[in-house]
């Protein structure tokens, strides 16, 4: 079993800034993929910002040039970096991991922008 602790989310302006931090319990140097989902209420889960196994990273073009995704790998932890935020970026932001073909989530952290 894979947990997933995830922490940074709260309240900002239209324009401010957070970090999201996601600690993996397990090595993050061999799995699948791994980053970081959100889903606002009544809407579906998107993705935000994702590192796969082929070494790329990719990003919802909602966030292009706002959000960036770092590692940690000693830490075994991912980051993302929200920039620029805007009222549309309000949402449950859930960390998630793909390894051995399962696909795990964290338990979610709620970020909230002020309009």
């Known amino acids: 079993q894979v947990q997933l602790v995830e922490s940074g989310g709260g309240l900002v302006q239209t324009g401010g800034s957070l970090r999201l931090s996601c600690a993996a319990s397990?090595?993050?140097?061999?799995?699948?993929?791994m980053g970081w989902y959100r889903q606002a209420p009544g809407k579906q889960r998107e993705l935000v910002a994702r590192?796969?196994?082929?070494?790329?990273?990719n990003y919802a073009d909602s966030v292009k040039g706002r959000f960036t995704l770092s590692r940690d790998n000693a830490e075994n932890t991912v980051y993302l970096q929200m920039n620029s935020l805007k009222a549309e970026d309000t949402a449950v932001y859930y960390c998630?991991?793909?390894?051995?073909?399962?696909?795990?989530w964290g338990q979610g952290t709620q970020v909230t922008v002020s309009s």
């Open positions: 590192f796969t196994s082929g070494g790329t990273t």
């Open positions: 397990v090595s993050i140097t061999s799995i699948n993929a």
């Open positions: 998630n991991l793909i390894v051995a073909y399962h696909n795990y």
